[in-house]
């Protein structure tokens, strides 16, 4: 939870700044880092936990899930 935090404070911030600053630039390399471990956490501990507590049928309908919310959001 706290990563996600982190993603919100950044992303706010970088929100506020220019591209071009070097500001910017730092703290978008931070965001990528946190973003990277979080996904490898996410990968190694909570996906291997949620597939031996779900069914294969409901495995299928959160993917379904997120891929209609990515879709979207790429709209």
Do not use: G
Request: net charge negative; no cysteine; charged share 40%.
């Amino acid at each position: 939870m706290q990563e996600h935090h982190i993603d919100r404070i950044l992303l706010d911030e970088l929100m506020a700044l220019d591209v071009d600053d070097e500001i910017f630039i730092a703290k978008a390399k931070v965001l990528r880092e946190v973003n990277n471990h979080h996904l490898k956490v996410e990968e190694k501990e909570h996906f291997p936990r949620l597939e031996s507590l779900a069914s294969e049928e409901e495995l299928d309908t959160l993917f379904q899930a997120y891929e209609s919310a990515e879709h979207e959001i790429k709209e």
